[in-house]
């Protein structure tokens, strides 16, 4: 428990760190390490995909707080948009995590070693957004939010590497776009997280502290360390040479993605 615990504590000053400096959710780096972590302590096999995701949701509720907060003071936040997409988050993300509990474990290993390559990719080759010639209608907002909550919930993440896309091509500034993303990670994290406890709350074989498919001890750790680091990742952005950093960041992408297929 105490070996997790600190394990716990500096995944969250990395992801922490790696959050504020490249502007992304902690999920990315969050849910792989668990997976390794639990598996090494001997979590029952079916569960370790599921606990990692759920626990790497339930961890970004409290860094979305905390970035709505920083994005809020900046008057970034384009708060009628965070309302129109919220309701289609929430309903995908509750069906994520519905697939999720129904696939196999390794299938679900799987889906998020793709989604790693991809993101990798995307940074790799730093890939930006173009807007759109045409502006979206509103009622596709709907539709794309449940996707994003499907997926998001799936592979454990807050959904920024798909929100801030599809804003950008919607005709949306950058900055608006990343703050009206974090704003979003919270109603993904919460109706995740909230699934998740209540599909793994009488499942067999879940270890001790575990809320549904939420470990508590790494909740606790990595959700508290990562609030503190954030904001020295996001200073370390303007000093820091960010485009080469986003290529070695891919090619930890991929390095988890090539352990998590051979773990």
């Given at each position: 428990m105490i070996e997790i615990l600190w394990v716990s504590?500096?995944?969250?000053?990395?992801?922490?760190?790696?959050?504020?400096?490249?502007?992304?959710?902690?999920?990315?780096?969050?849910?792989?390490?668990l997976a390794m972590l639990f598996k090494a302590h001997g979590f029952a096999s079916e569960l370790i995909m599921l606990m990692s995701v759920a626990t790497s949701l339930a961890i970004i509720i409290l860094t979305a707080i905390s970035s709505i907060s920083a994005h809020h003071h900046l008057g970034t936040v384009v708060w009628h948009r965070v309302f129109t997409l919220s309701p289609g988050i929430m309903i995908g993300a509750g069906l994520g995590a519905i697939i999720a509990k129904q696939i196999s474990a390794d299938l679900l290993r799987l889906i998020l070693v793709c989604f790693l390559i991809y993101v990798g990719i995307q940074m790799l080759l730093q890939v930006k957004p173009k807007p759109s010639s045409i502006r979206f209608p509103k009622i596709l907002d709907f539709?794309?939010?449940?996707?994003?909550g499907i997926v998001s919930s799936i592979v454990g993440i807050g959904g920024g590497t798909l929100t801030v896309p599809y804003l950008v091509r919607g005709q949306m500034l950058m900055r608006n776009a990343v703050?009206?993303?974090?704003?979003?990670?919270?109603?993904?994290?919460?109706?995740?997280?909230?699934s998740y406890t209540l599909l793994g709350w009488q499942a067999a074989n879940l270890p001790e502290y575990s809320l549904g498919y939420v470990y508590l001890p790494v909740f606790v750790g990595t959700g508290l360390s990562s609030i503190l680091t954030a904001p020295i990742g996001a200073k370390l952005a303007y000093k820091l040479p960010a485009l080469k950093l986003k290529r070695y960041f891919a090619l930890l992408l991929f390095v988890m993605a090539a352990k998590l297929i051979w773990y």
């Open positions: 504590v500096l995944l969250g000053i990395v992801s922490g760190v790696l959050a504020g400096l490249f502007g992304i959710g902690g999920g990315l780096v969050i849910v792989p390490v539709f794309v939010a449940i996707i994003i703050a009206v993303s974090s704003a979003c990670g919270l109603p993904i994290a919460v109706a995740s997280t909230v």
